[in-house]
């Protein structure tokens, strides 16, 4: 149970950065379009209002405690990892 638990994390997290990515990949890509000239208005009104909205936006995470990005899965065996070293040392006292 806990290693499709922490699979599932690994799965999330992977998906979080994938879309913040996205959105990176998107917001420079309507950088590089209101710089061309020959860009038609709807395309600059559609452009502005991606970065508008991109200005509000951060990264996902976990009711404010912590980002949900590739570093998760790290993070969580290095806690998982300290905990098990201190149940052992518990143990064998």
């Given at each position: 149970?806990?290693?499709?638990?922490?699979?599932?994390?690994?799965?999330?997290s992977?998906?979080?950065?994938?879309?913040?990515?996205?959105?990176?990949?998107?917001?420079?890509?309507?950088?590089?379009?209101?710089?061309?000239?020959?860009?038609?208005?709807?395309?600059?009104?559609?452009?502005?209002?991606?970065?508008?909205?991109?200005?509000?936006?951060?990264?996902?995470?976990?009711?404010?405690?912590?980002?949900?990005?590739?570093?998760?899965?790290?993070?969580l065996?290095?806690?998982?990892?300290?905990?098990?070293?201190?149940?052992?040392?518990?143990?064998?006292?």
């Open positions: 149970m806990l290693m499709k638990n922490i699979w599932l994390i690994i799965i999330q992977a998906c979080c950065e994938k879309f913040q990515i996205s959105v990176e990949e998107v917001e420079s890509g309507c950088f590089e379009l209101l710089k061309n000239k020959n860009c038609p208005d709807s395309h600059k009104y559609l452009c502005k209002n991606i970065l508008r909205l991109n200005e509000s936006f951060s990264k996902m995470s976990a009711c404010g405690l912590f980002d949900i990005d590739a570093a998760l899965p790290i993070a065996a290095g806690v998982i990892s300290k905990y098990i070293v201190a149940i052992l040392q518990f143990l064998f006292l």
